[in-house]
């Protein structure tokens, strides 16, 4: 059995058939072919699959896709502007190095969103507390922050990008 899931990711509608319990991320990654959605752990622990679901951040193992019917997702690739340039949260990351293997970056970014949209100017501890959830084996978080305060200023003062 398969039911129809209609839904509109990163600004295209999209509707595709799937099994009951197929996983969001995997829709994501497979039925959608968006593979910039990370799968990390399938246990909500590491964030690797953060997407924004109408406008919230959410780990996309932890929701069938059946689950998000009629509503919008943005993921990573859905950040950048339409002529190519990247978000003022990606150039950030890439300016202040704030990953290196990568691997958890596109669900750090997205953490970033959904927390300069509902903070655009958090403090460092605010940051720290916003990206709890999203875990960097690499990094040491501090260029992360750092990533997150400049993108936060670039924001601020007319940054290019989607928001």
Known sequence: MTL??????????????VEP???LVHFIRDAL?????????DTTNCGACTILLDGKSVKSCTMFAVQVDGREIMTIEGMQAADGELHPIQKAFWENHGLQC????????????WL?????N?????IRLGISGNLCRCTGYQNIVKSVQEAAKAMQTGGKGRR
């Open 21 to 23: 319990r197929l996983l």
């Open 102 to 113: 990568g691997y958890c970056t596109p669900g750090m970014v997205m953490q970033a969103a």
């Open 116 to 120: 300069l949209r509902e903070n655009p």
């Open 122 to 126: 958090p403090t460092e501890q605010e």
């Open 33 to 41: 072919g968006l593979t910039g959605t990370h799968v990390g752990c």
């Open 4 to 17: 129809k899931v209609k839904v509109r990711v990163n600004g295209k509608e999209s509707t595709k058939e």
